[in-house]
């Protein structure tokens, strides 16, 4: 892709979940707190991921990066 008449690649990110659990827990686990309408507390573990892809706005092709744990 060109702008200015330089070459130009543009980079996609999406952020997702991928994990959730209130009872399994590893040492890499992100740590949630949630509450409730009584203002009871709970705990979430989980995981997340970044992905990026290279893409352009005429081609349906995307070239995807490597995924990056959050």
């Known amino acids: ?3 200015n008449g330089q070459s130009h690649y543009l980079l ?3 952020g997702s979940g991928y994990f ?3 009872k399994l827990v590893c040492d890499c686990c992100m740590i ?6 009584n203002n ?3 705990l979430k573990f989980g995981h997340n991921i ?5 893409v352009h ?4 092709q995307v070239i995807p ?6």
């Open 12 to 14: 996609a990110t999406d």
């Open 57 to 60: 706005p005429d081609l349906k």
């Open 40 to 42: 009871k507390m709970t």
């Open 20 to 22: 959730r659990s209130e």
């Open 1 to 3: 892709m060109k702008i």
């Open 65 to 70: 990066m490597c995924l990056n744990p959050l």
């Open 32 to 37: 949630e707190e949630h509450f409730d309408e």
């Open 50 to 54: 970044l992905a990026g892809s290279i």
